[in-house]
C-alpha cells in the first residue's frame, strides 16, 4: 500500500514538468497542490525547460486563488515575451478566468519605466539635483519657521514655555551622562597621543596645551553637537514622523493650531538655549580627563595643570568655541524637525527619515565647523 502525503506535501503548491520524446520543443507542466496564500510559502520554481516553444499547461488536484494566479500569470507573460506558445486548454474554464483577469489587472497596471544607466557623469548629475532639491526644501523649512518665529520671539509671552522646559530637559539635562563620560575619555586620548610624543622632548607640560586649546575652541562644541544629533536630532525626527502617520498634525490643523508653533518652535528654541550649556560641560569633562592623563602618566601637577589652563586659552578661545553651539544646534534641530515632518506612509518610513536626519545633520555640523575653521584663519583668530 503505498504512503500517504504528508499534510504539508497535500497543501503546498507543486509543480510537475512532463517530458514528450516524440514533441520536440513542447512542454508539458502539470500543476498541483494548493496554490493560494497558505500553500505559496515556498512558490514553487518556474523555470522553462531550453529548447521549449510550445507549453501545454494541465491541472490535477490543483487549487487556486488571486495570490497563486498572479504567481503563474507573471511567470506566463515572461515566457509569451520571449515568444513561447501557451497553450491552456487542459485547465478548467474558471481557473482560465481566474488566469485572464489578473493578466488583465497587470496589464492596467502603471508601470514605472527602466531609469537608464547614464554612467558615472550620469550618477552624479542625479545626485546633485538630489542635494539641490534637498537644500531648497531646507530653506524652505528655515524661511516658514523664521516667518512664524520671529514674531514668536518679539511676543515672547506667547511662547509655550512648558514645552520647552521639557525640551531642554530631554535635550539637555538627561544628555550631561554620555555627553560628560565621552568628553572625559576623548580628552584622555588626546592627552595620551600628545604626551606620547611631547615626553619624548621633555615637554610634558604643553600637553596643558594641545589638550586645553583643542577642547575649548574645536573639539567639545564639536562632540556634544555630533552626540545632540545622533540622540535629539533622531528623536524629533522619530517623534514628529509618528505624528504624520498618526494624523496628528492634520488634528492639530483643525483645531486651527500651527505644528510650527507648537511643535517645531520650542524644539529650535529649546536646543539653541542647551547646546551651548551641553558644549561647556564638554569642555570641562574634557579639560578633566586630559588633567587625569597628564597627572597620572606623565607627572604633571594637578594644581600645575590647573593653574596653566588660565595662561594658555583665554576667554577669547571659548568664546570661539562656544559661538558655534547655537548654530549646531539650530541645524539639527532644524533638519531633525524637517525630516519628521515629511514622513508619509508606513512606520518604515519613519525609520528611513530618522536615519536620513541623523547623517544630514552629523555631515552639515562638521561642515559648517570646517567653515568656521576657515573663517577663524581669514581673520586672524
Not at 509655550?160 to 568628553?183: K, P, T, Y
Request: aromatic share 6%.
Amino acid at each position: 500500500m503505498p504512503d500517504s502525503a504528508s499534510p504539508t506535501e497535500t497543501q503546498s503548491a507543486r509543480v510537475q514538468w512532463l517530458a514528450d520524446a516524440d514533441a520536440p520543443g513542447v512542454g508539458h507542466l502539470q500543476l498541483a497542490g494548493n496554490w493560494t496564500v497558505q500553500g505559496l510559502d515556498p512558490a514553487p520554481r518556474l523555470q522553462l525547460p531550453a529548447g521549449c516553444k510550445t507549453l501545454r499547461l494541465s491541472a490535477s488536484d490543483w487549487q487556486l486563488d488571486t495570490a497563486g494566479a498572479l504567481v503563474l500569470a507573471r511567470s506566463l507573460q515572461v515566457w509569451i515575451e520571449a515568444g513561447v506558445e501557451i497553450d491552456r486548454a487542459g485547465l478548467a474554464a474558471p481557473q482560465n478566468q481566474l488566469l485572464d483577469l489578473v493578466r488583465e489587472r497587470m496589464a492596467q497596471a502603471p508601470r514605472r519605466p527602466p531609469r537608464a544607466h547614464a554612467g558615472l557623469l550620469g550618477d552624479l548629475g542625479r545626485a546633485g539635483v538630489a542635494a539641490w532639491r534637498e537644500g531648497r526644501e531646507f530653506l524652505a523649512f528655515v524661511g516658514e519657521l523664521g516667518w512664524r518665529g520671529l514674531p514668536l520671539l518679539a511676543r515672547f509671552w506667547r511662547i509655550r514655555w512648558r514645552e520647552v522646559v521639557a525640551e531642554i530637559d530631554a535635550a539637555g539635562i538627561r544628555a550631561l551622562g554620555i555627553i560628560g563620560l565621552l568628553s572625559f575619555l576623548i580628552g584622555m586620548v588626546m592627552a595620551y597621543q600628545g604626551g606620547a610624543t611631547l615626553a619624548t622632548y621633555g615637554a610634558n607640560i604643553l600637553i596643558v596645551n594641545l589638550v586645553a586649546i583643542i577642547t575649548l575652541r574645536e573639539l567639545g562644541p564639536l562632540l556634544a553637537a555630533i552626540l545632540v544629533a545622533g540622540r535629539t536630532g533622531s528623536s524629533y525626527t522619530a517623534q514628529l514622523g509618528t505624528m504624520r502617520i498618526t494624523e496628528e498634525i492634520d488634528a492639530l490643523r483643525a483645531l486651527g493650531l500651527s505644528p510650527f508653533d507648537v511643535l517645531v518652535f520650542p524644539k529650535v528654541l529649546a536646543l539653541v538655549i542647551t547646546l551651548p550649556l551641553l558644549s561647556l560641560f564638554a569642555d570641562v569633562m574634557g579639560l578633566a580627563g586630559g588633567g587625569v592623563v597628564a597627572s597620572m602618566g606623565y607627572g604633571v601637577p594637578w594644581s600645575e595643570y590647573i593653574s596653566r589652563i588660565p595662561q594658555v586659552v583665554t576667554a577669547q578661545t571659548l568664546a570661539l568655541g562656544l559661538v558655534k553651539a547655537p548654530v549646531f544646534a539650530a541645524i539639527i534641530a532644524l533638519v531633525g524637525c524637517m525630516q519628521g515632518m515629511r514622513v508619509s506612509g508606513s512606520a518604515a518610513a519613519v525609520g528611513r527619515a530618522t536615519t536620513v536626519s541623523v547623517v544630514q545633520a552629523i555631515f552639515l555640523v562638521i561642515v559648517i565647523d570646517a567653515g568656521f575653521s576657515i573663517l577663524y584663519n581669514l581673520l586672524g583668530l
